[in-house]
């Protein structure tokens, strides 16, 4: 069973616009989430963690929300670059666990 | 600072024949990992070591899958035999306190 949802399999944007990125889980003990960003032939590369205590961490152009109610999770990214084209997985875990789990990722392009 | 170095990088074989992966950790990192990434999902864990314990290998398929961490380093990771449905990335990862370190991965297609 599929804990952690990235719903949207693909994302176009333009550069410059924002690109937005979400995630759903469904476990309510995940108080521990990253963002991991991947391109073709290489390993996931870490983006961007959040933890439960917080709804909001900012990283250069790129931010996470969580809305813990709803157990939703997005990556906002301002401005959107040509580099940025890859794709974006979702993790959830606990911050005292080891367990990770991803969601199937969403493969952001993003065009001149 | 090198990262994780994972060999071969591409592995072609055809299905009974045995295959394996190697992993070899940033340094100090207690913690590795082995995932399997089928195509169009997220990385699933197959087995963590902490040193050269394996302490969670739950998910992995221990009638045909095997893996070794001698001396607390790098690691080994063995299909034996391999089947169709093992095409895959075999991403290693690891860490000592921070995210998940991931290694570039082997891509494994089963003929």
């Known amino acids: 069973d599929q804990q952690v949802k990235q719903n949207s399999p693909s994302l176009s944007v333009q550069e410059g616009r924002i690109s937005i990125l979400n995630c759903d889980y469904t476990?309510?003990?995940?108080?521990?989430f990253l963002w991991y960003k991947k391109y073709p032939a290489e390993g996931p590369t870490f983006l961007i963690s959040?933890?439960?205590?917080?709804d909001k961490n900012e990283d250069g152009r790129f931010t996470v929300f969580l809305n813990k109610s709803a157990k939703h999770l997005s990556l906002h990214i301002v401005p959107s670059q040509p580099g940025d084209s890859a794709v974006y997985f979702c993790?959830?875990?606990?911050?005292?666990?080891?367990?990770?789990?991803f969601g199937k990722g969403t493969s952001l392009l993003v065009t001149p | 600072e090198a990262g994780v170095v994972q060999s071969p990088r591409y592995k072609i074989i055809e299905k009974k024949q045995p295959v394996a992966f190697w992993c070899n950790p940033i340094?100090?990192?207690?913690?590795l990992y082995w995932y399997r990434q089928n195509l169009g999902q997220g990385p699933e864990l197959l087995i963590r070591?902490?040193?050269?314990?394996?302490?969670?290998d739950s998910q992995l398929p221990k009638d045909r899958f095997s893996a070794e961490r001698l001396k607390g380093v790098d690691s080994t990771l063995k299909i034996q035999p391999a089947e169709l449905g093992d095409s895959a990335v075999y991403l290693c990862?690891?860490?000592?306190?921070?995210?998940?370190?991931f290694g570039p991965g082997t891509r494994l297609t089963v003929l």
């Open positions: 959040i933890s439960s205590i917080k």
């Open positions: 070591y902490e040193n050269e314990e394996a302490v969670d």
């Open positions: 476990n309510s003990m995940f108080d521990y």
């Open positions: 993790a959830a875990g606990s911050e005292t666990g080891y367990a990770l789990n």
């Open positions: 990862a690891s860490r000592l306190t921070g995210p998940r370190v």
């Open positions: 340094s100090g990192h207690n913690t």
